[in-house]
C-alpha cells in the first residue's frame, strides 16, 4: 500500500516537470529522447515485455474454475463500464466540460483491470486473492484485444487511424513482448525467484517516461486551453464514479441469491472498478497516434489510477472489518 500510494507523489513530480520545463511552441519530437522511436516503440515492448517476466502464470490454476466470479468480474469491466460511462456522458454533453475530457472518461471505461493495485488491496483485506489475479491478467490478455475495439466503437477514432495499423503495432509492441517474457520465464523462473527482481519499479520508470513525453506534446502545443472547471468537475466526477461502482459491485455480489463469499466479493470490488494505466497509455498512444489532444484525453485516466489507490487504501480497514464479520 505504501509503494502504491508513492505513486502519487512520483506522478506529481513528473507533471510539474512536464509544465516548467517545456514553453509554449516547443516540442520533444526528435529531441534527446526520441520519443517518436523510444517511446512509441522501445518503451511500450519494454513494459509488456516485463509483464510477461513478472506474471506468474503458475498462480492463476487454482483459481481458474471459478467461472461465474470470473464472467461477473469481465462483463462488468469491458461491457457494463464503458457503456454506463457512454450514457452518462450524453447527459454531460450538454454541459460547457472539456470535450476532450469527457472523451478521455470514455477512454477510461474502456480500459482493462490493472494487473498490481486490485490485487494488492484484495491481499491488504484478506480477500480471495488467487481469484483477483486470475481476473487483473485474465482481463489484461483480453484488453490487447478488446479495448482497442471499444475505444474504436465509441470514440469512433478509425475515421483517422486505419484499424488494421493499429492492431499490427498493438500485436508487435504489446502481444509479442508478452509471449516473450513468458517465455522466457519458463526458463529463468528459480532466478527470478531467488533475486526476484524490483518488476514494479522498472514498469513504474519506463510508465513515467511515456506520461512525461505525453504531457510534454500537450504543454508544448501554444492551442490547448484547459480550463479549471472542467479539470475541477472531472476530478469530482471520476471520484463518484469510482465510489458508485464500487457500491454496485457490492450490492450485485452480496445479494440473498448469490453464490459468492466474502472473500469473493472484495476481489469483485477491486477488479470490476479498477482500471489499467500500465495498459492503458501505450494503448492511447497506439490508438491514437497524432492526435492534438491525445493528452487532454489521457488526464482522466492520470487521474483515475492514483484516485483509485486513494480510495482503496482508504476503505481497505472497512472491508475488511465487514469480511471478517461476514465469514464468522
Known sequence: LERL????????????IAVARLEPGVGVKGGPLKPEITITYIAVSAIFFNSGLSLKTEELTSALMHVKLHLFVQIFTLVFFPTAIWVFLQLLSITPINEWLLKGLQTVGCM???VSSAVILT?????????????S????FLGIVITPLLLLLFLGSSSSVPFTSIFSQLFM???????????????IKDWLERKKPPFGAISSCVLLMIIYTTFCDTFANPN?????????????????????FMFLTFLFSTRNNSTFTPADTVAIIFCSTHKSLTLGIPMLKIVFAGYEYLSLISVPLLI???????LGSLLVP???SWMVSRQK
Open 5 to 16: 500510494r508513492k505513486e502519487w507523489f512520483i506522478l506529481g513530480i513528473v507533471l510539474v
Open 112 to 114: 482493462p483491470p490493472p
Open 123 to 135: 491481499k491488504a483485506v484478506g480477500g480471495n486473492e488467487a481469484a483477483a489475479i486470475f481476473n
Open 137 to 140: 491478467a485474465f482481463g489484461s
Open 173 to 187: 509492441t504489446v502481444v509479442v513482448p508478452l509471449v516473450i517474457g513468458q517465455i522466457v520465464r519458463r526458463y
Open 224 to 244: 490547448i486551453d484547459l480550463d479549471k472547471f472542467s479539470l475541477i468537475i472531472i476530478v469530482f466526477i471520476i471520484f463518484s464514479i469510482q465510489m458508485s
Open 304 to 310: 483515475y489510477h492514483p484516485a483509485q489507490i486513494l
Open 318 to 320: 472497512t472491508i475488511k
